[in-house]
Structure formats: structure tokens, C-alpha cells
């Protein structure tokens, strides 16, 4: 079990996830703790989420302006996290799994090869619940597992479905960031087409650290 005691500094992240909000719930404590350590993290957003249902709570978005609106809701999660850069793929939503191999893996496997990352975040593919979620995970699982031995980054992913827990054991890293709450609430609430949590204004530090200062992956094995 990894815990604080994993070095935060003098990595290179890249993050591989379908949809702006993706990064928000999972994994934006640990992307804060990366940057404040001095490490330099991409955001690979595949899509804009634009077949999402939610349009905000009143009202203020359409299937017209929605794309735009969540682009910018993205932007503001990333500068509120600190990530550096910021790359949106433009694959279209809810459509990840049927998209051309060649055409994903490609484009994940550019960046690869362009970042040269040390660990790479994404979902576990099978127990991510959506179906963008999985087909994410394992397009990164096919570029990495393309990769000779010596080069393969450390892959990082998120799992939460019903019982996964039964099938793939638990999880091998736990991440404090109880010090980074504050970004992670700033995080969520960048995203107000999806989310409208009017308690976490209320909510004491203690109450936020004991629900979001924890992060859990599972670190895939190759091979």
C-alpha cells in the first residue's frame, strides 16, 4: 500500500479521461499534491461531454451552448487544480467506444511519445461505470502494453463500480489530500452545468477533509 510516504515531486502525469468533470471527484487532490510538489501535469480530455443531460440548476445552458460552456467550466477546474496543460482531443461524447482504434490509441499514444510521462492516471477498464469511462481505460492500457517494458509509465486508475472491490481487490494506493481540499472543492464546483452542491459552502474543513481527503487507484499490472 502506497500512502504519503509516494514522492509527488519530479513527475511527469499525464491524465487520460473522457469528460470535463471526470477529474474532479477521483483524482483532483492528487493532481494538486503533484503540482504543488514541482511536477508538470497534462490533462488529455477526450471529449466536451456535449450529449450531457444536465444543462445547471437554474437553467442557463442548451444542447446549443453547452459544448462551449463546459470547454470553459474545464479551464476554470484545471487553474483552480494548478495543472499546467490542458489538451481537449475533441472526440465526441458517449461515443469513446465505438470510435476507430487507430484514431484513439493514436492520439493517446502521441502524447505518450511527446510527454514521456512517469505515471499516467485514467479509469480501470470494466469497473468505471460508463462506458467512455472504460473504453478510455483501456485504450490507454493497449497504447502502454505497445510500449517495450523499459518505457512503460506507471498507469494509475480509478475504479468505483458495484462489488469491484470482490473481483480486482483493493486498492493499492490511498493518497492523503486533506491539504488540498480546498482545490478539489474549487474543482467541483467549476463545473456548474453538471453540479450544484450549495452545501459544500457550508460545509467545516473537517467535514470536507472526511469526505474528499482521500484518493484511492489501482495500479495496473503488465505482463
Not at 10 to 37: C, I, M, Q, T, W
Not at 51 to 72: D, Q, V, W, Y
Not at 138 to 148: D, F, G, K, S
Not at 154 to 162: G, T
Request: glycine share 6%; hydrophobic share 40%.
Amino acid at each position: 500500500m502506497i500512502t504519503d510516504m509516494e514522492r509527488f515531486d519530479n513527475h511527469r502525469v499525464l491524465v487520460v479521461l473522457p469528460h470535463p468533470d471526470d477529474e474532479s471527484f477521483g483524482v483532483s487532490g492528487s493532481l494538486a499534491k503533484y503540482v504543488k510538489n514541482g511536477s508538470r501535469v497534462t490533462y488529455a480530455c477526450l471529449t466536451l461531454g456535449q450529449m450531457a443531460r444536465n444543462m445547471g440548476s437554474p437553467l442557463f445552458a442548451n444542447r446549443i451552448t453547452l459544448p462551449e460552456i463546459r470547454k470553459e467550466e474545464l479551464a476554470q477546474s484545471c487553474r483552480a487544480i494548478g495543472i499546467q496543460d490542458l489538451r481537449m482531443l475533441g472526440f465526441h461524447d458517449k461515443t469513446i467506444e465505438f470510435e476507430e482504434r487507430e484514431l484513439l490509441d493514436g492520439a493517446i499514444s502521441a502524447l505518450i511519445e511527446e510527454l514521456g510521462p512517469t505515471v499516467i492516471y485514467t479509469f480501470y477498464p470494466g469497473y468505471a461505470v460508463h462506458p467512455d469511462h472504460d473504453a478510455t481505460g483501456a485504450a490507454v492500457v493497449r497504447c502502454v502494453e505497445n510500449l517495450p517494458a523499459e518505457r512503460r509509465p506507471v498507469v494509475r486508475a480509478m475504479a468505483f463500480s458495484r462489488g469491484c472491490e470482490d473481483i480486482i481487490g483493493p486498492p493499492d494506493v490511498r493518497v492523503d489530500v486533506k491539504d488540498f481540499v480546498k482545490q478539489k472543492v474549487a474543482s467541483v464546483q467549476s463545473h456548474k452545468s453538471q453540479f450544484w452542491v450549495p452545501e459544500l459552502k457550508k460545509a467545516s474543513q473537517k467535514e470536507l477533509e472526511d469526505r474528499f481527503g482521500t484518493e484511492r487507484f489501482w495500479t495496473l499490472k503488465f505482463d
